[in-house]
T-cell receptor, first 111, second 113 residues
């Protein structure tokens, strides 16, 4: 079955860039997503990328996709304390509507 | 607020009781999804509706779980004879046909004592 893997924890200083990485196994993935979850809250969609793209930029967020290596990354420029949260990578494929999520990366931003 | 809403936000129940959760999707969205999230994990898919039809169910959805979307708008998720292992956050999401982005509600946190 599909599997999505993420590192558990990342700590950065305010103002630095954060890079959160994700790997996936499903070669038929069509869309890949990044969601943000703050404590006790639901998931906020940050951005997504279609599998035929290799980069997408949206304000402070840059998504890079290496389809050959099945590697996805999220770069947050000028990281702020308000960016502290858990970030989930997710994928979907053409055959299913369900999203498959990783276990999340906890981003801690130190002042 | 035109986002996905879920009620109740929190539910505490005793083992063996039945519970029902409600999800109201974004009004123009015809697809609705239920996920379950346990502590320290990402959400896991439970089931999916397109309009009123339940098109996919995960093997996680045991026979104690039932979901409905009778008029193609709001949905309910019922858990019968709750067990302590059912304690989790239950998340609802919605999307439109042809648009592959799912928007999530705030979730219902269930604690089974």
């Amino acid at each position: 079955g599909e599997d999505v893997e993420q590192s558990l924890f990342l700590s950065v200083r305010e103002g630095d860039s954060s890079v959160i990485n994700c790997t996936y196994t499903d070669s038929s993935s069509t869309y890949l997503y990044w969601y943000k979850q703050e404590p006790g809250a639901g998931l906020q969609l940050l951005t997504y990328i279609f599998s035929n793209m290799d980069m997408k930029q949206d304000q402070r967020l840059t998504v890079l996709l290496n389809k050959k290596d099945k590697h996805l990354s999220l770069r947050i420029a000028d990281t702020q304390t308000g960016d502290s949260a858990i970030y989930f990578c997710a994928e979907s494929d053409t055959g299913r509507r369900a999203l498959t999520f990783g276990s999340g990366t906890r981003l801690q931003v130190q002042p | 607020d035109t986002g996905v809403s879920q009620n109740p936000r929190h539910k505490i129940t005793k083992r063996g009781q039945n519970v029902t959760f409600r999800c109201d999707p974004i009004s123009e969205h015809n697809r609705l999804y239920w996920y379950r999230q346990t502590l320290g994990q990402g959400p896991e898919f439970l089931t999916y509706f397109q309009n009123e039809a339940q098109l996919e169910k995960s093997r996680l959805l045991s026979d104690r779980f039932s979901a409905e979307r009778p008029k193609g708008s709001f949905s309910t998720l019922e858990i019968q004879r709750t067990e302590q292992g059912d304690s989790a956050m239950y998340l609802c999401a919605s999307s439109s046909s042809g648009v592959e982005t799912q928007y999530f509600g705030p979730g219902t946190r269930l604690l089974v004592l």
